[in-house]
């Protein structure tokens, strides 16, 4: 059966970080292909993305352009509204019944996992891969046994990099080379993408 995983995120730009983390999670995990999925309304955000859905998903098609294993998906933003991990992985599930799913989240969001939408639903029906970077809690003694078997890690380097810091850095005029994949930074440049940005944290 293929194994794939799923990389959500806002990617509000994506940056050469994500991509890390989805080599890492890949080799990791054994995975035959990580998906990319740009949310189309994070549960999550108190606010809405700087770059629109439909520029999010072609930044996101720049950056993995040339890697055979990864792919980048449309379905939350075919799906619409508010994108929750439970309604998406239901959906995979029943269009792709041939695939085992695997969500790749931050290492230190594994503690957090109990306070997820229909999460006891969510943990029968998939399984999670965990991104520990040097110095992330993990916290995974925290969460009930049956959960723990269904959680793995993998580990990355400890990158310094977030969509926050490149867009307050375009907003200030400094550059984003080497932060970015080249054609997203050039996609950026073409539109003029955060270059009004206000400081706010992802």
Not at 3 to 16: A, E, N, V, W
Not at 124 to 153: K, N, Q, Y
């Amino acid at each position: 059966m293929k194994q794939i995983g799923i990389m959500g995120g806002t990617f509000d730009p994506i940056h050469l970080g994500h991509l890390v983390a989805a080599e890492c999670a890949l080799e990791a995990a054994r995975l035959d292909e990580v998906w990319f999925m740009p949310a189309s309304v994070p549960p999550h955000k108190s606010r809405q993305p700087f770059a629109s859905i439909e520029q999010r998903l072609e930044m996101t098609k720049l950056a993995v352009q040339g890697n055979p294993c990864f792919r980048v998906s449309d379905w939350e933003y075919a799906s619409g509204g508010v994108s929750y991990t439970v309604d998406t992985a239901t959906g995979l599930r029943e269009t792709h019944p041939d695939v085992e799913w695997s969500w790749i989240i931050g290492g230190d969001m594994v503690a957090y996992l109990p306070q997820w939408h229909r999460i006891d639903e969510l943990m029968t029906s998939i399984t999670f891969i965990g991104l520990r970077r040097p110095g992330t809690p993990w916290h995974l003694d925290m969460l009930p046994v049956a959960w723990r078997e269904r959680i793995s890690a993998a580990y990355m380097p400890q990158m310094d990099i977030s969509s926050t810091m490149i867009r307050q850095r375009l907003a200030e005029g400094r550059s984003i080379r080497y932060l970015v994949p080249d054609a997203v930074e050039q996609y950026i440049a073409r539109w003029g993408l955060y270059e009004s940005s206000t400081r706010r944290n992802d």
